[in-house]
């Protein structure tokens, strides 16, 4: 799942990103409405955290250009908890909308919510082959057997599980599963898929397209 | 509502008072006029028919002979015949007495039809008055309710009042402007709290955070713990200085308690002499021309101003820039002024940086992240507070953008100090050349 939080406050920016990134999520954040705004157009999110006062451009404004132009859900952060700013946020597009000071575990569990939003509607609980996948406790089991994997292995299986059969290519799952400090010239995609086949097991469940990607 | 009839139920009475008095007055003058011009046709009358028993005509002087019912050769005389020609006296003081007891019953008469002419006219008007009253009184009424409700419901509407320009339409022109100011300053009032509660609740927000996912971390150490605390203690440190600073915005909106002598250029001077190190950091060069300016007002106040103004100049300026600071006495009004080179501020943007929580984000992009180099600095209430402690002063504040080189020239003109506090400061001054 990649993340793009927009926050003027770079401390606060800083310790959600670490947060998220804790709980396997590649996040990217951005300072400003302009960055904000050039980074959900270029790079491919799931979710946007948007404060709504930004400097440069208002957060209502980011969000109005955004949610016809991106899939991306978009949860609106500010300071100012009253109805009227609630109503406010959501009239401008956001899916959901959090009153800061909030409670991470709050932020975190609405990010996923929403996440699980995209066309199609993703279940909360992922099952394929036999394999049952819950993203929210970070949990993998097949056959009963819980398996060990580690954050990107977990949002690369995440990723091709929810694609339901479609095949994801190698591009796409470095854009959904690692946020912008990644080399698109790594293996990294490679590394992370062969060592997923080898934690889950026999029989292989993963199964490479030529020239297109992989799917399960 | 009879207490707003009151005024009607006045006027009234005052109308058919007045109305009463004028008719009495008609009334009694008419009398008066016709009763003394009757006896006089009467006398005169008289004396023309007396019979001749040589008395000589009695000019019209009596009042006491009666009316011409005495007429020459009339068949009504009482008394005996031509043989009783002595009856001539005896005629006369009957006809007088006859004519003056119809003269007093017509008297008598005119007066009671008068009085109930009078009584009856008297209520008429009493009426005509209560209605004139109220349909003069109905415009005020309207005004009256219309000014409760919008009191009562939305202060955004006015009274509006059609028509010509006379008292009524003044009065309603005057309300709907003290509506306005009223619904203004509320409406700064809220924008106030909404802006301080949501610059009081970024601070909280961080701080929470920080150590909510420093918690959450598997591999949480003692050093990573005690780093997130650290960052949470800086944050409760910035809700701190913004409370202060907050609370000084107050103090100087709320007015001065006490007047003091106060020499502008040695605040100015001591503010300048504690920067001394950031100017030489930020490779700025400062020009400084300092004279003898006094001034009435709260010290801690009016150095908390020139403190603002001097970060700002410090922080908003460009590497290698200048700061040109002033400072003296025009006309027994002390003044400072401080320009600064910078970013290019349109003429537009000055009227926001003077509200408060503005950050100038629109006007350049100098405030991406939160600076945090001075006591109100980053929070945005810098000048909004330098604004408030002016206007408690009386003082003068012009924010002017420079044209060449950028940045802003401040201008602080306080009134003359009062000539008590001159006195006291008198042997001082010379010492501040």
Not at chain 1, 13 to 24: F, S
Not at chain 1, 49 to 56: I, K, M
Not at chain 1, 84 to 105: C, I, M, Q, S
Not at chain 2, 36 to 41: E, L, P, R, S, T
Request: proline share 5%; aromatic share 4%.
């Amino acid at each position: 799942m990649r993340v793009l939080v927009v926050e003027d406050d770079g401390e606060l920016a800083e310790a959600v990103a670490a947060g998220l990134r804790m709980e396997g999520m590649a996040v990217d954040t951005a300072l400003d409405g302009p960055a904000g705004l050039d980074r959900a157009l270029v790079n491919d999110y799931d979710v946007i955290v948007l404060d709504r006062d930004l400097p440069g451009l208002h957060g209502d404004d980011v969000c109005g250009r955004l949610i016809a132009a991106v899939r991306a859900r978009i949860l609106m952060l500010t300071a100012a908890g009253a109805i009227e700013d609630r109503v406010a946020g959501l009239g401008h597009g956001a899916d959901d909308y959090l009153a800061k000071p909030f409670a991470f575990a709050e932020l975190v569990a609405r990010v996923r919510a929403l996440a699980r939003r995209s066309h199609p509607a993703v279940p909360p609980v992922l099952t394929a082959k036999g394999i049952t996948l819950d993203p929210g406790r970070r949990v993998a089991t097949r056959r009963g057997a819980t398996l060990d994997l580690g954050a990107k292995e977990l949002a690369v299986l995440e990723l091709l599980m929810a694609a339901s059969g479609r095949v994801v290519s190698a591009e796409e799952l470095l854009e959904r599963a690692w946020d912008e400090m990644a080399d698109p010239f790594s293996t990294a995609v490679k590394v992370t898929v062969s060592r997923l086949r080898r934690k889950l097991g026999e029989p292989p469940v993963i199964e490479t397209v030529e020239r297109a990607g992989y799917r399960i | 509502m009879y207490r707003a009839g009151s005024v009607r139920l006045r006027l009234t009475v005052l109308f058919a008072s007045l109305f009463l008095v004028s008719g009495a007055g008609l009334l009694g003058i008419t009398y008066g006029l016709v009763s003394n011009a009757n006896n006089d046709i009467i006398v005169a009358r008289f004396n023309s028919v007396s019979p001749s028993d040589g008395t000589t005509p009695s000019t019209g002087g009596s009042g006491t002979s009666g009316s011409a019912g005495a007429a020459a050769g009339g068949a009504t005389l009482l008394g005996p015949g031509p043989a009783g020609l002595p009856n001539a006296e005896l005629i006369q003081a009957q006809a007088t007495q006859y004519a003056s007891d119809t003269r007093a019953r017509e008297n008598d008469a005119l007066l009671l039809y008068s009085g109930i002419a009078l009584a009856i006219m008297a209520v008429v008007a009493a009426v005509l008055g209560w209605f004139t009253a109220g349909r003069a009184l109905r415009p005020l009424r309207r005004i009256t309710e219309s000014a409760r409700r919008i009191c009562a419901t939305n202060l955004h509407e006015r009274l509006a009042v059609q028509g010509p320009d006379d008292d009524v339409r003044q009065l309603a022109d005057m309300i709907d402007g003290l509506f306005a100011r009223l619904d203004a300053s509320l409406h700064a009032q809220r924008q106030f709290a909404a802006n301080a509660s949501h610059e009081l609740r970024t601070p909280l927000a961080r701080s929470r955070t920080l150590l909510e996912v420093a918690l959450r971390n598997p591999g949480a150490s003692a050093e990573s713990l005690r780093a997130a605390c650290e960052r949470a203690i800086a944050a409760g440190d910035e809700q701190e200085r913004l409370i202060e600073a907050l609370l000084v915005l107050a103090r100087g909106q709320r007015g001065l308690a006490r007047r003091e002598p106060v020499d502008l250029a040695a605040v100015t001077r001591d503010v300048l002499a504690a920067r001394g190190d950031e100017v030489a950091a930020r490779g700025l060069a400062m020009g400084v021309t300092l004279e003898p300016g006094l001034l009435g007002g709260d010290a801690p106040l009016v150095e908390r101003a020139v403190a603002n103004l001097a970060d700002n100049a410090l922080r908003h300026n460009r590497p290698g820039g200048a700061v040109w600071v002033t400072a003296g006495a025009e006309d027994g009004r002390a003044f400072l002024t401080i320009a600064n080179t910078g970013e290019e501020i349109p003429p537009d943007a000055v009227g926001r940086l003077l509200l408060p929580f503005q950050r100038g984000s629109e006007a350049g992009d100098a405030y991406r992240a939160r600076a945090r180099s001075g006591p109100e600095d980053g929070l945005g209430l810098g000048l909004s507070i330098v604004a408030a402690i002016a206007s408690a002063h009386g003082a003068d504040l012009a924010v002017t953008p420079r044209l060449t080189g950028g940045g802003l020239s401040v201008r602080l003109t306080f009134p003359a100090a009062p000539a008590e506090l001159v006195t006291a400061a008198g042997p001082a001054l010379p010492a501040f050349r």
